[in-house]
């Protein structure tokens, strides 16, 4: 966990998000994107996310993310720069089974977490980053933000979730 004290101060937060706030103020897929080096963008389908990010790893990670409360979210921290992990079409496949077979509905956060991890066992692995490339780049989109918090966070914006919350 040392070496991700530099993205500590990047607060994850559900769903997808317009640009990030002076917080981070993203979710998992976001800000492992930008981690990885690519220009940030909102991810509201991991299939819109570059090459290199495995799909049934970023899908789990996406349903970890949005599922869980805010504090338990901040324990996806440590996953942002390990999600840059495609592989070949069988492992990608082999990643999705084990996902599927393991997965159920009323698991604990931290019992998807290991699922998370172990299929992040599963294949190639990212490539280990360096601390201060990574913080550089969070830094960087974090400089950008021209508000406080997050698009997602906006009073009107949580005001209409709100509003659709009973028919999702």
């Given at each position: ?11 994850l ?10 917080d ?17 963008q909102p ?25 869980a409360?805010?504090?338990e979210?901040?324990q ?13 079409a ?24 290991e699922i ?31 508000a ?12 209409i ?8």
């Open positions: 966990m040392d070496t991700f004290d530099h993205i500590l101060n990047w607060k937060k559900r769903g997808s998000h317009a640009f990030p706030g002076k981070g103020g993203t979710c998992i897929n976001e800000a492992a994107i930008v981690a990885a080096g690519f220009p940030y991810v509201r389908a991991v299939e819109t996310m570059p090459a290199c990010f495995s799909r049934p790893i970023c899908r789990l990670a996406m349903l970890l993310n949005d599922e409360s805010d504090e979210r901040q996806l921290l440590p996953f942002v720069t390990r999600l840059a992990c495609a592989d070949t069988k492992v990608e496949w082999e990643r999705e089974v084990y996902i599927a077979q393991h997965l159920r509905y009323r698991m604990s956060f931290q019992d998807r977490l998370l991890e172990d299929a992040l066992a599963i294949g190639r692995q990212a490539e280990v980053l360096a601390p201060a490339e990574v913080r550089s780049r969070l830094d960087a989109v974090q400089q950008n933000a021209k406080a918090t997050s698009v997602a966070d906006h009073l009107k914006f949580s005001k979730k709100e509003w659709l919350a009973p028919t999702l």
